[in-house]
């Protein structure tokens, strides 16, 4: 990443006074000042755009050769012929390309004579400055900004700000929504369509609407657009239409542009899946939400958006001095994991890439609970109990997963989608397309250990006594039934163990008895028994816990064995750090809580 910082210099200036204004200090950007296509990929994930809601990659508006254009729904998720069900590619709206007498305006298409780009994580968009030369030596100065609303979800919006420098004309003015994105875009041996298209119309009269269906639950989801130009206050876009070319919608104008005038191009734009409208009723609600924010205007949800970020920041914002840069690493994190979390859906968690790309298939793992849920439950205890929802709501197919696969209670997935099933594939492809067994989901167990980790874990920090009696206590019932039946008794050393098992580094596979693994199973039992009795003093009851079952097991747990440390297996380093904070933590040490509050996934 390449910081612009200097003593009395601030990135900001190199904008016009349309973003100067609005750009904050360089302490909070992210900035890339020179393009390079081969880094695309990069920035796209660096400058990607989330709102709890959606999220979308930080791809140019007019398109370029090396891409990954990517938007998703979190929540949104399809197999088709895949080995795992994986956030399924949407269409995308981010298009808008600007002509001169059929020339492309665009970074692959002229000389480049400037070029800025930040990530501005306090006002939480992104800003451009560009400034081109065409094929005849015209000079088109573009600059823009673009945001995904945390004040209402379901609005987006793209504005531009467009002067020809030297020439006088028509410039020609395309709004696309692509339906045609695919999974793995780049990569011809996995490519995959996960949704076919239910509808690509006009959205009224004006603007386009696309809407489509993931091909295994037909979950339909729709997006709309519409387009404006203003010049001196005045709508200026001419001979509009809005035309279907295959899977693309193209809301075409044109407009009268003069030497050293500025024109605003502002596209807004508007989401909603059936899962918060009803199938028939996606097409007007969009258009709908799409006429109230032409009503509220570009600016007004811009400032809005900001107040709710502004907000955010002053509950996460973490101050270091001494060390800008890495002052700004922190913040970056922290930007793209809050803006990721969900504060009003407790049905959707936090995938292992948050909504920039596609690796990991937008899955759940241990990751949540060990390394994303202190940050939340510190800062945003709402997000924090809504993925602990999460889990409650798929304990019965994690109940399902332990019963195909011969124990009792609940064994979480090591990878998780919407429906609670196994996602990590028994079986991978490499590039060359040979196959080998991936016995991950098989032997890495201590998921289940961190799903009932992180309950007490929130609890602790945020008091929810509530959850903890009622929800927790049925999760972490579960859970122990699980580490109950995966032991195995020891009739010589009289104690039980686990045995084939693959611990935290993920890279030993199998093992017997893993230290982090058995210390935490028999933690699970020890804490379950302890809540009982607590419960049993409070006079607190809660069906899913049988305190005779229990009982049985009372004088038994605590013959789980762990390796002494002449029998550790090596581990990485990384490894053994997590352990030894984690011991802490279980200790009480509420400091290292603090100290965890960001996830770095840089």
């Given amino acids: 990443i390449n910081f612009i910082v200097g003593e009395s210099y601030m990135t900001r200036e190199l904008f016009s006074e349309n973003l100067r204004s609005r750009i904050h200090d360089d302490e909070w950007l992210i900035c890339q000042d020179k393009y390079d296509p081969k880094e695309n990929l990069k920035y796209e994930s660096l400058f990607a755009l989330s709102n709890g809601y959606l999220g979308i990659r930080g791809s140019h508006e007019e398109g370029t050769k090396i891409t990954l254009p990517y938007l998703y729904i979190n929540g949104v998720f399809d197999k088709s012929e895949t080995f795992m069900r994986e956030l399924s590619t949407l269409p995308n709206w981010l298009g808008i390309r600007l002509y001169i007498e059929k ?5 692959e298409d002229c000389e480049i004579i400037e070029f800025s780009r930040v990530l501005d994580m306090r006002g939480a968009f992104v800003g451009k400055r560009i400034l081109l030369k065409d094929s005849k030596g015209r000079e088109t100065l573009v600059e823009g900004l673009r945001f995904v609303s945390r004040n209402n979800v379901h609005r987006m919006g793209v504005k531009l700000y467009m ?18 994105i695919i999974n793995f875009y780049d990569a011809p041996r996995f490519k995959v369509k996960h949704t076919y298209m239910t509808a690509n119309e006009k959205l009224a009269e004006d603007g386009g609407y696309v809407e489509v269906a ?86 007004n949800e811009l400032k809005l958006h900001e107040e709710v970020y502004h907000n955010m920041w002053e509950n996460a914002d973490i101050k270091i001095t001494g060390d800008d840069d890495l002052n700004r690493a922190v913040r970056f994190n922290i930007f793209h994991l809050m803006s990721t979390g969900n504060e009003h859906d407790d049905h959707v968690n936090v995938g292992a890439k948050l909504l920039t790309g596609e690796e990991y298939g937008g899955h759940a ?76 989901a098989v032997y890495e167990h201590h ?3 961190a799903v009932a980790y992180g309950i007490y874990d929130y609890v602790k920090i945020t008091g929810d006594i509530d959850f903890l009696y009622t929800k927790g206590a049925e999760i972490l019932t579960e859970t122990a039934r699980f580490w109950a039946s995966r032991c195995e008794y020891n009739n010589e050393q009289d104690r039980y163990e686990i045995n084939q098992v693959t611990g935290p580094d993920e890279w030993h596979e199998p093992v017997n ?66 352990s030894v904070i984690l011991g802490f933590i279980i200790a009480g040490v509420d400091y290292l809580l603090q100290i965890g509050l960001t996830y770095i996934v840089g």
Wanted: glycine share 6%.
């Fill in 447 to 449: 998921v289940t250990a």
């Fill in 103 to 107: 020339e492309l305006i665009g970074i």
């Fill in 214 to 299: 993931t091909r295994e639950k037909h979950l339909h989801v729709g997006c709309g657009c519409r387009i404006e130009a203003y010049c001196d206050g005045k709508q200026i876009l001419g001979n509009r239409m809005t035309s279907v070319f295959g899977e693309q919608n193209i809301e075409f104008g044109d407009i009268h542009v003069e030497e050293g005038k500025e024109v605003q191009i502002v596209k807004y734009v508007s989401m909603y899946s059936e899962r918060e409208c009803p199938t028939y009723e996606l097409h007007s609600t969009i258009k709908k939400e799409i006429e109230g924010f032409v009503h509220t205007g570009f600016e």
């Fill in 163 to 180: 002067t020809p420098l030297n020439y006088s004309g028509i410039v020609e003015v395309e709004s696309i929504i692509d339906g045609s």
């Fill in 513 to 578: 008895n893993n230290l982090y693994t058995n210390y935490l199973a028999r933690w699970n039992l020890k804490y379950v028994l302890s809540l009982l009795e607590v419960m049993k003093k409070e006079e607190t009851s809660s069906p899913s816990l049988k305190r005779s079952w229990f009982q049985e097991l009372k004088a038994e747990f605590g013959k789980i064995t762990w390796p002494t440390k002449d029998k550790l297996v090596r581990q990485s380093a990384a490894v053994i750090v997590i």
């Fill in 365 to 440: 793992f241990w990751d949540t609970e060990l390394f994303m849920l202190p940050f939340f439950a510190w800062v945003f205890p709402k997000t924090a109990q809504n993925l602990e929802n999460y889990r409650y709501y798929l304990l019965d197919a994690a109940r399902e997963n332990a019963h195909k696969n011969g124990f009792n209670g609940a064994q979480y997935p090591w990878e998780s989608a919407d429906d609670g099933s196994e996602q990590c594939p028994d079986w991978t492809i490499e590039p060359d397309g040979s196959c080998y067994r991936c016995y991950v």
